[in-house]
């Protein structure tokens, strides 16, 4: 079950997260990013299920609420349901084989083109933070739990 996260709650984390990476983190959650991918672009590992268990804290939720109301009208995930719709639109056109309907076709999937290029690149969420090793990582945020 998701939780709304209030116009109150949202004003209220206006800085950035002092993580760097629980900052990226938020940000690729804003652009749309599914939580798995949105850990992956943060640098975090594969391993473990601690991905939806982050994506789920209220400073994460926040932040990235705030964020993705600060992006410009393509920087959010509002575009998928309706890039779905043409995909649709376009299997019922390729399906029926006439020939307004094949043009029709084509002039969906070049609208779905378009549509994808407004999405934003990875490169558009800023630099990341650099590597680290799991030792300098422990280091840097001690171990889990502590």
Do not use: H
């Amino acid at each position: 079950m998701t939780q709304e996260i209030s116009d109150k709650a949202i004003d209220e984390w206006m800085l950035p997260l002092s993580d760097a990476r629980k900052e990226a983190f938020a940000r690729a959650l804003a652009c749309g990013f599914t939580a798995k991918a949105a850990a992956l672009e943060a640098g975090y590992s594969n391993k473990g299920s601690r991905t939806y268990q982050r994506a789920a804290r209220e400073e994460i939720k926040g932040r990235a609420a705030q964020i993705a109301r600060t992006l410009p009208w393509s920087g959010t995930s509002d575009l998928a349901p309706v890039i779905d719709k043409l995909v649709a639109v376009t299997d019922a056109c390729l399906k029926t084989g006439t020939a307004s309907a094949l043009a029709t076709a084509v002039r969906a999937l070049a609208e779905v083109a378009r549509l994808k290029r407004l999405l934003p690149r990875a490169s558009m969420l800023g630099p990341l933070p650099p590597e680290m090793s799991e030792e300098e990582w422990l280091a840097e945020y001690g171990q889990p739990g502590d």
